[in-house]
């Protein structure tokens, strides 16, 4: 007889993990991308993102408390305690036929102020990804991230300007001679 699943006792296989991590890297820069691109209070992340934000109100007040100061900068504690597994678990469960890859892995930024980097990142599903993402979008959490990405981008198109301009002249130069 098979013994029944333990999520909390579960072990993983290194190579599946390292295609869950390619996977949430590459969500992460496609979402950034997006951040930079359009401004975070028009973005839509699913097309059920209202009722993902009301059900996120409801279930998590404390998120919508003192200046939203749990949507700027997450409380991975708060969120993996035994009582915050279990309000997220059931969270979590409400999208299993809703929200495609609902429990994917997905990186999301522990301080919505900052863009990605090892120490502002941490790993969530994908549900609890768009709960805290389309919050911040709403309630402007993410504008100062909006003009952090379009500034990186604007500093990278100079830069491959520049790098283009100095090829250019190598080429000339090299011609003349």
């Known amino acids: 007889m098979a013994t029944q699943f333990d999520p909390n006792n579960?072990?993983?296989l290194v190579e599946i993990e390292k295609q869950f991590a390619v996977k949430a890297v590459e969500h992460?820069?496609?979402y950034w991308n997006l951040l930079?691109?359009?401004?975070p209070r028009d973005l839509k992340l699913t097309?059920?993102?209202?009722e993902i934000f009301e059900h996120t109100k409801e279930t998590f007040p404390e998120l919508f408390e003192n200046d939203y100061a749990k949507l700027v900068v997450l409380d991975e504690e708060w969120m993996k305690s035994e009582a915050g597994k279990k309000r997220w678990r059931d969270f979590i469960q409400h999208y299993e036929k809703k929200v495609k890859d609902y429990n994917f892995g997905s990186l999301?930024?522990?301080d919505a102020r900052q863009e990605y980097s090892e120490t502002n990142t941490i790993f969530v599903t994908r549900i609890q990804f768009y709960?805290?993402?389309i919050a911040r979008n709403r309630l402007g959490l993410n504008d100062k991230?909006?003009?952090i990405a379009k500034a990186e981008a604007a500093k990278e198109k100079e830069k491959a300007e520049k790098e283009k301009a100095?090829?250019?002249?190598e080429k000339a130069k090299k011609k003349k001679n």
């Open 10 to 12: 579960a072990q993983n």
């Open 28 to 30: 992460a820069q496609t």
């Open 145 to 147: 991230a909006h003009e």
């Open 108 to 110: 999301i930024r522990t």
């Open 36 to 39: 930079e691109k359009v401004n």
């Open 131 to 133: 709960a805290f993402e």
């Open 47 to 50: 097309k059920i993102d209202d």
């Open 166 to 169: 100095r090829a250019e002249r």
